[in-house]
């Protein structure tokens, strides 16, 4: 028990240290990573995920209610018009590059998310109207010792869909299926301290 207490407060401990350095990072500068072009993105779309998260972890599971696919579930879910949007990050200020994109009612789509930064991201769809909720609930995770197993993903209705981590200078495709309702859906990065700031909205007509 004396062994799983230290284990706990060890995490904490590095949960902290990474909040702390998300604040640091803000008015760190760094190099901008480069990554796939948007014609090549078909191309390679039937590669392998880059993003270093045990696919035992994902695999054929939800976080909550948010569904996480992976590798496995791309050619089921390739479409002749799927919306492939491609997003990245604002190195260093804890902004995506994109605070707005628009996709059509009912039909499929892959957001492919290049965390270009220096730290630990991820990108979750939300219920209109749900932001603040789901970003304080997510703030409350810092207590949880499990928080990084979980993505720090919140287990709330109002979570749609919703990627893992994803680790600095790798890719993660998000696929989904947009909304039938259209309306204003935002999206957000629910790492400890990063949802006030990175944040935008997904646009469904």
Same mark, same amino acid.
Request: hydrophobic share 45%.
């Given at each position: 028990?004396?062994k799983?207490?230290f284990q706990k407060?060890?995490?904490r401990?590095i949960?902290?240290?990474?909040?702390?350095?998300?604040?640091v990072?803000v008015?760190l500068?760094?190099?901008?990573?480069?990554?796939?072009?948007?014609d =090549?993105?078909?191309?390679? &779309?039937?590669?392998?995920?880059?993003?270093?998260?045990s696919?035992n972890?994902?695999? =054929?599971?939800?976080?909550g209610?948010?569904?996480?696919?992976?590798?496995?579930?791309i050619?089921s879910?390739?479409?002749?018009?799927?919306?492939?949007?491609?997003l990245?990050?604002?190195v260093?200020q804890?902004?995506y590059?994109k605070?707005?994109?628009?996709?059509?009612?009912?039909?499929?789509?892959?957001?492919v998310f290049?965390?270009?930064d220096?730290?630990?991201?991820?990108?979750?769809?939300?219920e209109?109207?749900?932001?603040?909720?789901?970003?304080?609930?997510?703030?409350?995770?810092v207590?949880?010792?499990?928080?990084?197993?979980?993505?720090f993903?919140?287990d709330?209705?109002?979570?749609?869909?919703?990627?893992?981590?994803?680790?600095p200078g790798?890719?993660?495709?998000?696929?989904?299926?947009?909304?039938?309702?259209?309306?204003e859906?935002?999206f957000?990065c629910? &790492?400890?301290g990063?949802?006030?700031m990175?944040?935008?909205?997904?646009?469904?007509?």
């Amino acid at each position: 028990m004396g062994k799983k207490r230290f284990q706990k407060s060890i995490m904490r401990f590095i949960i902290l240290c990474l909040v702390l350095g998300a604040v640091v990072s803000v008015i760190l500068s760094g190099s901008v990573m480069a990554y796939e072009k948007a014609d =090549n993105v078909k191309s390679a &779309f039937y590669t392998e995920i880059n993003n270093e998260v045990s696919s035992n972890d994902i695999k =054929n599971h939800s976080v909550g209610h948010a569904r996480i696919m992976v590798h496995e579930d791309i050619g089921s879910a390739m479409k002749s018009d799927t919306l492939f949007v491609e997003l990245g990050v604002i190195v260093g200020q804890m902004k995506y590059d994109k605070t707005r994109i628009t996709v059509k009612a009912g039909k499929a789509v892959v957001i492919v998310f290049h965390n270009n930064d220096v730290m630990l991201h991820n990108i979750l769809i939300l219920e209109p109207g749900s932001l603040d909720q789901v970003g304080m609930a997510a703030d409350k995770m810092v207590a949880d010792p499990d928080a990084m197993e979980k993505g720090f993903i919140p287990d709330l209705d109002a979570v749609l869909h919703a990627s893992p981590l994803v680790n600095p200078g790798n890719t993660y495709r998000l696929i989904f299926t947009a909304p039938e309702k259209a309306g204003e859906y935002p999206f957000v990065c629910t &790492f400890p301290g990063h949802w006030r700031m990175m944040q935008g909205v997904m646009k469904v007509e």
